[in-house]
């Protein structure tokens, strides 16, 4: 087998892994935030700045998650681009 064909079935193994992993883990983390704006309506004891802090950080990490996905997407390009082509 040609090494650069091994590569390239190699690279796209672990991207399509990685990205399963990543999707299965975006889906839990709208499945808990579901979860917690259920919670945080039925919370009236807490004040309007705790829940404000709360939606802040869960944009916040949707954000984070997001720029990651976007870098490693970029970093798999950028080796088969190096390396495969």
């Known amino acids: ?3 650069k064909q091994m590569l390239k079935q190699m690279l796209e193994f ?5 990205n399963n ?10 499945q808990l935030e579901r979860v917690a704006k259920t919670m945080l309506e ?8 705790g829940r404000q802090a709360i939606e802040n950080g869960t944009e916040t990490y949707k954000s984070a ?5 976007q870098k ?3 970093s798999y390009k950028q ?3 190096t390396f495969v082509s």
């Open 65 to 69: 998650c997001q720029t990651f996905k």
């Open 14 to 18: 672990n991207q399509t892994t990685f």
């Open 42 to 49: 039925q919370a009236t004891w807490l004040p309007a700045e």
């Open 72 to 74: 490693i997407d970029d």
């Open 21 to 30: 992993a990543f999707n299965t883990m975006s889906l839990l983390q709208d």
């Open 79 to 81: 080796v088969e681009k």
């Open 1 to 3: 087998m040609d090494q």
